[in-house]
T-cell receptor, first 107, second 115 residues
Framework: AQRVTQPEKLLSVFKGAPVELKCNYSYSGSPELFWYVQYSRQRLQLLLRHISRESIKGFTADLNKGETSFHLKKPFAQEEDSAMYYCALKNDYKLSFGAGTTVTVRA | DTGVSQNPRHKITKRGQNVTFRCDPISEHNRLYWYRQTLGQGPEFLTYFQNEAQLEKSRLLSDRFSAERPKGSFSTLEIQRTEQGDSAMYLC?????????????FGEGSRLTVL
């Protein structure tokens, strides 16, 4: 069965420091993975998808099939990055989400 | 705002009562999803519509839950005989007619509190 695990509930970093959010998955097949973000008082929205291999708001994520991971990284965190981040795995037409990581960037 | 709209935003009810939530997707979207989110958890899939057809229901959706999407436009999620365990945020999402890219557009959610 497909599963997404985000081992960190909370992550606190200083502004300008690197930040990495961990995501591990289990899936029998070729996975499609995503990171969704929810800023305070906003709705859940797509941040990036692995298939696009793009950098959004300075964030990147690399799919590592050997380690079944899709960690989200940013070299220099900003205060506006404070949010809830969810890793998600696509299975047919639906997404399975991890439990989420709350990121707080301190000045 | 032409995004996904959900009503009501908040609902407080007594155990045993029935509640209904409504979702209006983005107008050109033919795929609609309901998710449930409890404290400290990510969204959990409940059900999926393509146009008016309900194509999948999660095991989380007990017999007390029913969802409809008449005419393939708005959708309703009804919970009968509510229980305290039904307290959660109910999220609706939609996506368009093209290839399924995995980008879901979420509403702001309907928060249910069962006393």
């Amino acid at each position: 069965a497909q599963r997404v695990t985000q081992p960190e509930k909370l992550l606190s970093v200083f502004k300008g420091a690197p930040v990495e959010l961990k995501c591990n998955y289990s899936y029998s097949g070729s996975p499609e993975l995503f990171w969704y973000v929810q800023y305070s008082r906003q709705r859940l929205q797509l941040l990036l998808r692995h298939i696009s291999r793009e950098s959004i708001k300075g964030f990147t994520a690399d799919l590592n099939k050997g380690e079944t991971s899709f960690h989200l990284k940013k070299p220099f965190a900003q205060e506006e990055d404070s949010a809830m981040y969810y890793c998600a795995l696509k299975n047919d037409y639906k997404l399975s989400f991890g439990a989420g990581t709350t990121v707080t960037v301190r000045a | 705002d032409t995004g996904v709209s959900q009503n009501p935003r908040h609902k407080i009810t007594k155990r045993g009562q029935n509640v209904t939530f409504r979702c209006d997707p983005i107008s050109e979207h033919n795929r609609l999803y309901w998710y449930r989110q409890t404290l400290g958890q990510g969204p959990e899939f409940l059900t999926y519509f393509q146009n008016e057809a309900q194509l999948e229901k999660s095991r989380l959706l007990s017999d007390r839950f029913s969802a409809e999407r008449p005419k393939g436009s708005f959708s309703t999620l009804e919970i009968q005989r509510t229980e305290q365990g039904d307290s959660a945020m109910y999220l609706c999402a939609s996506t368009g007619r093209g290839p399924n890219t995995g980008e879901l557009f979420f509403g702001e959610g309907s928060r249910l509190t069962v006393l």
